[in-house]
């Protein structure tokens, strides 16, 4: 879906909810705080969130620990009574899929399977919930595809069978209200994406796709 305005697609769906005044229940994975910093002020009137903290791909393991303690004191300072569901440590299934796309560079095929990893865990969690939607934090990146989280999103809501909410939280300068909230709340901003390879990388001094 070329040329889909996804973001249009999001303040289509929070009019109408305002309109009827429905609170549907949303399962949001989070990638880390600042991320969802502007997304949680963004929507959390409109729906009763669950957060889902499930990143296999973060390496190391006090990497991990330390941006899932960023996210939780994120919530209390934002004053939010909003559960977070935490994934145990377990990188196995992010080294399983990245066999032999070690290398490739960022935004790559490597990407996508992580990113569609993250997706297809949260659509089973909402579903095992029985929730009524779910959606990623992701698409705030300016450095992440926002058309392939969000049809990957799509395919996946057909797998499990709960709705996928399409959103690009970068727009109305999404991604610059949440660097201004990260300060705000002095949040850790890492300065690589996530996983083993970019924290390489951006030792290396390449060019990466930092949240
Ligand atoms: S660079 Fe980011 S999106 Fe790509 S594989 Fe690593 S953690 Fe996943």
């Known amino acids: ?3 889909v305005n996804y973001g249009k697609m999001l303040d289509d769906r929070l009019a109408e909810l305002e309109r009827t005044g429905a609170k549907p229940t949303l399962l949001l994975h989070a ?3 600042p991320c969802s910093s502007h997304t949680l002020t ?10 889902y903290f499930c990143n296999p791909n973060i390496a190391p393991e006090a990497e991990y620990v330390f941006r899932l303690a960023e996210l939780k004191r994120l919530v209390r300072e934002l004053g939010m009574q909003i ?5 145990p ?6 080294y399983e899929l990245a ?19 993250r997706l297809r865990m949260a659509g089973e969690k ?4 029985g929730l009524d939607l779910f959606t990623t934090t992701l698409t705030i990146s300016p450095h992440k595809d926002a058309q392939f989280i969000n049809e990957c999103g799509g395919r996946i809501s057909q797998e499990c069978g709960v709705e996928y909410m399409y959103s690009d939280f970068k727009k109305h300068d999404g991604y610059k209200h949440s660097i201004e909230l990260s300060h705000k ?9 996530g996983c083993i390879y970019s924290k390489q990388n951006r030792e290396a001094g390449k060019d990466v796709a930092r949240p």
Not at 42 to 51: E, M, N
């Open 42 to 51: 963004y929507i959390s009137r409109y729906f009763d969130i669950t957060l």
């Open 1 to 3: 879906m070329s040329g």
């Open 126 to 129: 909402a579903r095992t919930l």
């Open 185 to 193: 709340y002095d949040l850790y901003r890492q300065d690589y994406c």
């Open 31 to 33: 990638c880390c705080a």
């Open 89 to 94: 440590y377990d990188p196995a299934p992010f």
């Open 83 to 87: 559960p977070i569901i935490e994934e």
């Open 99 to 117: 066999k032999g796309l070690e290398t490739l560079p960022e935004r790559g095929e490597r990407c996508r399977r992580c990113i569609e990893y």
